[in-house]
């Protein structure tokens, strides 16, 4: 079974637990996420089954979009609903201009610390166990790009942002750092993913539809082709030669009409028949296609 399911993970449930759940739904051992939505946070997962978990880091550097609830007065340990409060602050006097104006910081190339209740690891120890201990390392900023940050609604103290952004941007840090800003703290208050890269909420799938719809045989309906998150990449097709070379991982000097004028730093390749069969990466000092990824 290969491919990608577009999941709209529930509130509760980890994204390893919903992993899970395909896993045991479909029979398929190979299956991973593109991406981990805190337990409470809900929206688009993504799930790569079978030769679809090759192109999970495609996908994983894909731009997301959430929609977050922000309460301002009150700040918590991991920066959102579920720690523990660290500071009480008076948000009464905030108005929905001053959070306008607080959020142009925001918006662009910026540089965010990691919350300590994350993923991140400090010397092969992810930093959420740390933080369970009561240590508190020193983490390093990190660039992250904000490529739309809107207000959607104000209705104090919540405000309501829909945020566009680049992998590795955390929205609770980005609940933490407005809070601070405005000078009375906050935390993020609920999460909803709306998009990950084509994959939008619109078209995911509950576990609870997806149940049924392995129990009544209309499954492959809800399973994405492996190559279309790919689509914004060029397609060559080789011959029976150049399928073999890409089987053995073997470069392929392509045609100059076959990869276009100025060819991307990556490319899909086809066999004549219309197999997809991987993508090539392009060594532009030796001038040929490397294979990055072999699907076949």
């Known amino acids: 079974m290969d491919g990608i399911l577009n999941i709209n993970k529930p509130p509760g449930k980890t994204s390893f637990s919903v992993v899970a759940a395909v896993k045991r739904l479909s029979g398929e051992r190979r299956a991973g996420h593109s991406g981990t939505l805190d337990p409470d946070a809900t929206g688009v997962l993504p799930v790569c089954l079978g030769r679809g978990t090759r192109i999970v880091e495609f996908l994983m550097d894909a ?6 609830g922000i309460q301002l007065g ?4 991991t920066y959102d609903a579920s720690g523990k409060i660290t500071r ?4 009464a006097g905030i108005d929905r201009a001053e959070v306008e104006s607080a959020l142009e910081a925001f918006r662009g190339s910026i540089r965010q610390t990691p919350p300590m209740y994350s993923a991140v690891k400090h010397r092969g120890k992810p ?6 201990e009561g240590i508190e390392i020193e983490r390093k900023s990190r660039p992250v790009t904000i490529h739309r940050l809107e207000m959607l609604d104000w209705q104090p103290p919540v405000v309501t942002l829909e945020v566009e952004c680049s992998k590795g941007t955390y929205v609770r840090s980005l609940a933490n750092d407005l809070g601070e800003s405005l000078g009375c703290g906050a935390h993020l208050k ?3 993913r709306t998009r990950c890269g084509i994959f939008d909420i619109k078209d995911a799938v509950s576990l609870t539809q997806l149940e049924e719809a392995f129990q009544h045989g209309y499954w492959e309906h809800f399973v994405y082709p492996v190559d279309i998150v790919l689509q914004d990449y060029d397609a060559v097709v080789v011959d029976d030669a150049g399928e073999e070379a890409i089987k053995k991982g073997s470069p392929l ?3 100059q009409e076959n990869r276009g004028d100025s060819p991307q730093k990556y490319c899909r390749a086809y066999s004549a028949d219309g197999r997809f069969l991987g993508v090539l990466r392009y060594a532009a000092d030796k001038g040929v296609w490397q294979p ?4 076949i």
Not at 63 to 68: G, L, N, P, Q, S
Not at 127 to 132: F, S
Not at 292 to 295: E, F, G, P, R
Request: charged content about 30%.
């Open 63 to 68: 731009t997301k979009t959430y929609r977050a």
């Open 253 to 255: 000097a392509l045609e």
């Open 127 to 132: 930093l959420y166990k740390l933080a369970r």
């Open 292 to 295: 990055k990824k072999v699907l």
């Open 190 to 192: 609920g999460l909803v």
């Open 88 to 91: 009480r602050g008076n948000a």
């Open 74 to 77: 009150v700040s918590t340990d």
